[in-house]
């Protein structure tokens, strides 16, 4: 199981989220619990609806959970603790993939796989593209602005040598850990292909 993402909110607030993935690591729902001082709460249709609201967005600091227990005035429980919190579940819609760019792989890789990662806020540092094998795969990721720049999207190549994608999903979460810890906060993953 996943390390969950931590949140500083408002004033000693902290919200605590899960995004939950399909079979092709894109993004299918989001459980969430948020403490304000008087214990936690479920909050996942919360944790959806502030990415879409600048003012409650500002309100959210991405943290590691020694930051959220810093801000409690008893000790953070343990993961699975508070996963009992997430009471409720916010499902994303789904669609096939869309086709952007050649469907067929380059020679001697079984797939490509195109994926984004959008993200709301504001980049507080540049963030250089890169590239990296990861056993017989091969990944390459650009981060860019979209939407005529209401967000950023980190999109990720994937050419996979095998049928087996367990290094997709991995490179996914570095790389969305690593932009959360620029002070992004992740929205959804999309699979383009």
Not at 52 to 75: I, K, Q, S
Request: net charge negative.
């Amino acid at each position: 199981m996943e390390e969950l993402d931590y949140y500083l909110y408002g004033a000693g607030g902290v919200l605590v989220e899960e995004f939950v993935f399909g079979r092709d690591h894109t993004t299918v729902g989001l459980h969430s619990a948020l403490w304000t001082g008087g214990g936690w709460r479920s909050a996942a249709s919360f944790s959806r609806l502030l990415r879409t609201d600048p003012a409650a967005l500002a309100e959210l600091t991405p943290t590691d959970r020694a930051g959220a227990a810093a801000v409690l005035t008893g000790p953070l429980p343990q993961e699975a603790a508070l996963r009992s919190s997430f009471l409720d579940y916010e499902a994303f819609a789904s669609a096939p993939p869309l086709r952007l760019g050649p469907a067929e792989p380059p020679e001697g890789f079984h797939e490509r796989r195109h994926y984004r990662v959008l993200f709301a806020k504001e980049l507080r540092v540049d963030l250089p593209a890169g590239s990296r094998d990861v056993g017989d795969d091969h990944f390459s990721w650009t981060l860019r602005r979209v939407g005529n720049g209401i967000a950023w999207g980190l999109y990720l190549t994937a050419l996979l040598r095998t049928g087996a994608d367990h290094a997709v999903r991995e490179m996914l979460r570095e790389l969305t850990s690593a932009v959360r810890k620029q002070g992004l906060i992740p929205v959804l993953i999309e699979r383009f292909g």
